[in-house]
């Protein structure tokens, strides 16, 4: 195999110029399978939400305004 920028190397045998090759003839694409989408169904969820998708706010009484636990002094 000879580097074009090196006149140096020698010339391997069977690395010669490639003979052109005919052009294989293109056969016509396989027929796509047609994918049936699939139903989406509706899931019902654990909680109660609201229209944005958040769940409804529900008092707990071992719990203040923020959500954090109430110390109980006894």
Known sequence: MRDKK???TLDLPGFGPAE????????????????????QEQLELLEATDASG?????R???LDV???PVWRKD
Do not use: F, H, S, Y
């Open 66 to 68: 923020t959500g954090l």
């Open 60 to 62: 707990d009484a071992q």
């Open 6 to 8: 090196d006149n140096a």
């Open 20 to 39: 052109p090759m005919e052009p294989e003839p293109k056969a016509p694409p396989a027929p796509r399978a047609r994918r049936i989408p699939l139903r």
């Open 54 to 58: 958040l769940p409804v706010w529900q």
